[in-house]
């Protein structure tokens, strides 16, 4: 078929380093394309040179034969090409409906009709978003489904979607995926970035596999399986390492010592009266849909949130009482958080690595009010980059120019340089690619069987079953069902989680 976008020798380079060396692909109508690969394969780097990001250092973008040459996203969204990028790219402080028609305003507006609009549109592609909340107040699912709709409601002839299903639900994916075969219906390209795997291989016409920034292999998807994907994405067979030990075996390791201990913990109506424990050397996995409290649990126990003044509940750290009203005092007491949402909450973007970890050993109780050396703070980021495989140019990057895995690495070392004996990971692995996953999952084990306490958030189950020592069960703001790592399936868990 004739391509309706096509790259030819596409390179993209940042300082004289290519991020992407000599791409040729063509993507056809109506065809859904996965483009899979590494953090740091070029994989966003390749598209947002489609939809005019960034601009091409070398090479031809051609749109149904015509070449292109964009300055701006508005100029490839009025040739029809729209890109949902992985960071959400709305507007915090305007209602979802003026987002979703931002760019399209008359003259004069009158919100009432915009909202109804707004309203039959979000219905129509079975989205459950209220249209005059502020985007501020929306989660990260809900911020997602809006990226979503608004590139929809352009009518884009090429759709570029960026790790769409990173933060949606079981659900929320199945209207996905039913909305990515109407678009195809109406002869809408769909380009499919993802670290699913098996969402790749379900919804596909092809699959296209970088590394490195080059193209290894592009074919039609009935030709590739998991295994095949993972050995070209990294260039050897992973599947012995994705989950479990290091050796690719599932173990199960005995208690030790009570190092968490939570009772009848309440935060408004997010958290209802929770109980569970954390015990050293183990991974206490906690799964549950979004809404079911795992987050806002995690929150309360390192002080990020506060719990209810009256009847909220107690929290043990060891044998202590402890009631953490900010995340300093939780910090000191030696317990760390990763969030789930790096972007936000997680990193500084325009801070270097060697920044950015020393900002987490500034934090550490035995290094309060110590400022690092220039070379001090540089040996401490090369000994974590060295220990976490975290691949920058140099410790002085900006954080903000690593790709999703190695920015993750870099929040993983912020909280590990504190020396915690308590570490929470609130879905470690979200939008990382299957390399780095291994190292995390690597990592994780590694502080387990050091004798951490490790409580490890996940709403894959995958990683939940082959990570976890003891399994928890969070449904509607409580921990309700408890399994041990080697009882647990993949059915026992999700009927706990929704009946």
Known sequence: MTPLLEFREVTKEYHGVPAVQDVSLSITEGEVHALLGENGAGKSTLTKMAA??????RGKILLAGEELSFSSPADALRKGIAMVFQETSLVPSLTVAQNLYLGDEKAFNRLRPLYIAAQQFLQSLNFPVDPTANVASLGAAQRQMVEIARAVRKNARIIIFDEPTATLTPEEKQHFFELIERLKERGCSVIFISHALEEALAISDRIT????GKLVITDETGKFDRDSIISAMVGRDLSGELYGGEDGKRRVRPYGKRVLSVQNVSMGRMVRNTSFAAYAGQVTGIFGLIGSGRTETAKIVSGVIKRNFFHGGVTRLGSKSVRYRTPAPSVRDGIAYVTEDRKVEGIFETMSVAESIEIGKLASPSDKSVILRGSEARDLA??????????????????IELSGGNQQKVVIAKALVQDPQLIIFDEPTRGVDVGAIAEI?????????QGLAVVMISSYLPEILNMSDRILVARKGRIVEEFSGDEATEENIMYAAVH
Do not use: F, Y
């Open 441 to 449: 999952h690597a990592v994780i084990n590694r502080l387990a069987d």
């Open 52 to 57: 005019g990001v960034v601009p091409i250092t």
């Open 382 to 399: 090369e000994h974590w980059t060295k220990s976490l495989n975290i691949r920058a140019i140099s410790s002085d990057v900006p954080v």
């Open 209 to 212: 596999i970088l590394r490195d």
